[in-house]
């Protein structure tokens, strides 16, 4: 397997200095961290702290009450439930698996290949970069329609396969792969697909399981509001719009939706905690060079 070692900086620091930054990151991860506690410990909670105010931030009297009736109102929808999670899982892997690829098989040639237009091309797509997707929604729409995929799935997987920021990531990623690396496997005989799939992924590795998990958490959530727009048959929506339907149900329905809520996270954080490795590594080298 082949890694690229980087040379660590050594940074000479006091140990007041350590202390202080010790006590600068806790504090931001205490505060970013309450967000997340909050919605585990409300899922946990009986109706009367729910509602309660000021909110207690921490249950107190923990019940699974709220998942039970979670269940049995999904029991009733006429959709079944397990519809909901196979068009949710659908879209969320195949427009991963698709941008990964996609952005990864664009950004080499940019990274490592010199060609005319190359760096007019990147500043298009660093350009794009400071497009909201709201501003784009109209365009995508037009899009969409024009090609008749309006009301299936890939009116949501096909924007999200082309999005520019993993364009971005990889090619500034692949920029840290050493020449001589690439020179050695042609001197070897390796094709441009063999140094692509056999040298250059296995060393973008942690830039790529990055953007997997940007990518699945952004498409994840992707059928609901903004899903809405392009699919409109209700065996094609995805499990956060059901959930939707369930908190917009009134404050009868408050207990399911925390335990809802609570559902619909977890999915991505399991797969941000399974891969965060990789994520710190490409945070800790991004925009490095040797």
Known sequence: MITIRLRKKRISRSWMGDVFLFLLLAAVGYFMAMP????????????????????????????????TDLYHLLSGSWVPFTRYIYNTFFIAIVGTVGHVL?????????AKRKFPGKGFLFTIVVLSLMFSATVTQITNYMTMSWLGFLDTHWAVIIPAIGSSLGLYLMKQFMEQIPDALLEAAQIDGCSEVRIFWSVVMPVVKPAW?????????????AGGAAGSMYIYSEQLKTIDYALSQILAGGIARTGPSMAATLLLLTVPILIFVLSQSSVIQTMSTSGMKE
């Not at 009367?48 to 207690?56: A, G, V, W």
């Not at 399981?209 to 959530?221: A, K």
Request: net charge positive.
């Open 36 to 67: 997340l506690v909050f919605v585990i410990s409300n899922a946990f909670k009986p109706i009367n702290e729910i509602l309660k105010f000021p909110p207690d931030f921490l249950v107190k009297n923990p019940t699974f009450t709220n998942f």
């Open 102 to 110: 996609i952005a990864s098989l664009a950004a080499y040639p940019l």
């Open 209 to 221: 399981l990055t953007l997997v998990i940007f990518s699945f958490q952004g498409l994840w959530g």
